[in-house]
């Protein structure tokens, strides 16, 4: 009797476990989902449960090098903010678009350090600051000068001087980005040493290596305090080893992404060397090594790399949060709630096919495919937490072709599968993931045989952006995230690099114009079409009939050769709808009084010759379009007459533009020009010195 008592309660048991762990899942997923959608405000937030402990440690250096035998990438690194994008081939020259680049919506920073009206850094995200070379806080312009940093008192422009020039005492410091609140800023930067790794001589593979060098890369952050401009103060230096991938900064809370490369030659070795180390001297000026306990991994990584991701406060003197994770990380999307790492991943397919004549299966044509691996982190508070994880084929071309939208995450993606025989057909992609990060909705096999060229997701929208012969700009509604679809495409000649809101029903695509000419063989006979960019386009979009895109304004500027880091990188963009103002760097080229537009022999259009290098400054509205008011330059008459096809000096090219009540300022390495908004007259300048006179 007291057996079938025992044998009741241990099914009991059993069942009530069994049935709790679907409505845990849930509640779990419940949860999530609650996170993802807290950007309403009618909606209660439950907090993401921290679900990190489902990844698991590294645990052992044995592990590690086991791990990284295992990557099918063990080769590949990520750094920086720039992953390059091979574009069409077909296009014969068209310059490669680069970014993580990071388009944007025109949403306000977070710094409101004086009353009255300025410019703010171009986003993508309103609430989610990101880092630029130059800030203004409405008096005062910050900007990154080489291997310092330069303050200037900008408003009035009448008095307009440098206050302070900030120099570093770590020569091995290039600080690359800044951000600036009410009372701090914050100067993102880089350090690279070469460490000497001392291999016992029995050890070396090779006994004619000695020392060993591994080179270190640390990102730093250095804050300071700006309250008094006169006596600006460092509070305090953090910083995260490896190579700078990215940062936000989401009201005093500053998150940083780095990818550290493990040196394959010392796990060879069977070397144990130093893991990811950071340090915060708000709390010490001791470097911490992070232990394998504290490293996790993506159990199926697909690049040997260290991710590193620290958050802080600026604010406050808590201790910078380090997370690190063995798989890289190569375009960074953050909404107000997450944090979304992309990073490619490569398969190789063996098909088999049965052999009739010789009744063996064999492998036929192998496949190079690749996917995009999309990893999701909560950001709970004080803390970066991995949630889940999602994969869709293709891959991106920045962090412009991700989105989450109403818990929903949206991704557009190329897709290029290559056989060894040399055959592929790019396809194009759009995917929506759930909460969790799985597939929901899909539209797939969009314009074949070209490439994403741009993407823009606004609310229940998304505008896509691909090019081989002629522009297709094509509207996607995600009113039913599980059931996206194509409403409307518009046809015409270029492309757009980047996609820019101008309001809900319009938008501005910044890229090239372009010729598609005839090739012909040795017998003059056609054999192919190729298209070739030509000059700068700027488009205005009317989208108000869905279904029937149309392109309301253009413009060009200059000939084969212009070109403007806005391409590819969305912060040269100053844009204003209330007051109608548009202005971004260009250098422009163009053909000579009678030099052909095409060269008759190769059959392919010239360049221009260099003529001009600052700042177009438009009007812009929906009822005449672009209107050029002028054009604002920092280069001399001398550096002109000096200036061949191509001018490589570039110390007096603008680099930004901003304003600040109704002054424009444009700003180079070598000065900083005030204008008139409206009539584009001086209104004064002031001469940066150079380094060596500081």
């Known amino acids: 009797m007291k057996k079938h008592t025992i044998a009741i309660i241990v099914l009991f048991t059993t069942l009530v476990l069994l049935i709790s762990i679907p409505v845990m899942n849930f509640a779990n997923a419940q949860d999530e989902s609650n996170k993802a959608i807290s950007n309403k405000e009618d909606v209660t937030v439950t907090p993401a449960p921290d679900i990190e402990e489902v990844l698991p440690v590294v645990g052992t250096f044995e592990n590690l090098k086991r791990l990284v035998s295992n990557s099918n990438s063990s080769n590949i690194y990520y750094s920086d903010n720039f ?27 977070s710094s409101a350090a004086y009353s009255g009206d300025y410019s703010a850094t171009n986003i993508q995200v309103e609430g989610v600051d990101e880092a630029d070379i130059v800030k203004t806080d409405g ?62 001589q029995d050890s070396r593979i090779d006994k004619r290596i000695m020392p060993y060098y591994y080179g270190k890369s640390m990102v730093r952050a250095i804050v300071y305090d700006i309250s008094d401009k006169n006596n600006i103060k ?4 953090a910083e995260i080893e490896g190579d700078y991938l990215s940062s936000r900064k989401i009201g005093s809370r500053l998150y940083i992404v780095s990818n550290k490369y493990i040196d ?24 911490k090594i992070i232990d394998y306990d504290e490293i ?5 990584i697909e690049s040997s790399n260290y991710m590193i991701v620290g958050s802080m406060d600026i604010a406050d003197n808590e201790e910078i949060k380090v997370e690190t994770y063995l798989g890289a990380g190569q375009n960074i999307y953050v909404s107000n709630e997450n944090l979304y790492a992309a990073v490619t991943k490569y398969e190789y397919e063996e098909p088999l096919i049965n052999d009739a004549a010789s009744n063996r299966i064999m492998i036929y044509r192998p496949i190079y495919k690749q996917n995009t691996l999309v990893y999701k982190f909560a950001l709970n508070d004080r803390k970066v937490a991995f949630t889940s994880k999602g994969e869709v084929p293709g891959t991106i071309i920045n962090q412009f072709s991700m989105d989450e939208h109403k818990g929903y995450f949206r991704i557009a993606t190329t897709s290029n599968d290559v056989s060894n025989q040399g055959a592929s057909v790019s396809k194009n992609n759009i995917y929506v993931l759930d909460s969790s990060m799985k597939p929901v909705g899909k539209i797939e096999d969009i314009a074949p045989g ?47 690099d980047y996609l820019h809101p101008y309001d809900e029903n319009h938008i501005i695509g910044f890229g090239k114009d372009t010729i598609v000419l005839p090739q012909k063989n040795e017998k003059g006979n056609t054999i192919s079409e190729t298209a070739f960019y030509l000059g700068m386009k700027i488009a205005i979009f009317d989208i108000t009939d869905v279904t029937n895109p149309k392109e309301k304004f253009s413009t060009m500027i200059g000939d084969r050769g212009t070109d403007s880091e806005l391409l590819y990188n969305h912060k040269a963009l100053l844009f204003s709808k209330e007051k109608n103002l548009l202005a971004f760097p260009v250098s422009v080229y163009e053909l000579e009084k009678g030099q052909d537009a095409v060269n008759k022999k190769y059959n392919h259009p010239e360049y221009g010759t260099f003529k001009f290098q600052g700042a177009y400054v438009y009007n812009i509205d929906l009822e005449k379009g672009f209107t050029l008011k002028g054009k604002i330059t920092h280069m001399d008459d001398t550096a002109y007459k000096k200036a061949a096809m191509y001018y490589k000096d570039g110390m007096d090219y603008v680099q930004r533009i901003l304003y600040i009540n109704d002054t424009l300022y444009t700003l180079s390495q070598q000065k900083i020009k005030a204008s008139d908004m ?15 006179n500081n």
């Open 264 to 287: 394959f030659y010392l796990l060879e070795q069977g070397i144990e060397y130093i893991t990811p180390s950071y340090k915060d001297t708000a709390v010490s000026p001791e470097t």
């Open 83 to 109: 992953v390059s994008i091979q574009k069409s081939a077909a296009m014969n020259g068209v310059s490669t678009s680069e970014a993580e680049s990071v388009r944007a919506a025109g949403a306000t920073d």
């Open 450 to 496: 070209e490439r994403i060229y741009s993407a823009r997701f606004m609310g229940d929208r998304g505008y896509l952006v691909t090019f081989e012969k002629v522009d297709p700009l094509f509207v996607v509604d995600f009113k039913d995230p599980e059931n996206p679809e194509i409403l409307g495409a518009l046809k015409i000649p270029g492309y757009s």
């Open 234 to 237: 460092e509070v305090r230096q």
């Open 139 to 200: 008096k005062y312009i910050y900007q990154v000068n080489n291997r310092r940093i330069v303050i200037a008192s900008a408003y009035p422009s009448s008095d307009m001087k440098i206050t302070a020039t900030l120099n570093f005492d770590d020569k091995n410091f290039y600080p690359r980005e800044i951000y600036v609140d009410d009372n701090y800023l914050t100067v993102i930067g880089t350090t690279h040493s070469d460490v000497k790794y001392d291999i016992p």
């Open 296 to 300: 996790r991994y993506f159990p199926d």
């Open 678 to 692: 409206n009539t584009l007259t001086d209104k004064g300048e002031v001469i940066i010195p150079s380094e060596k």
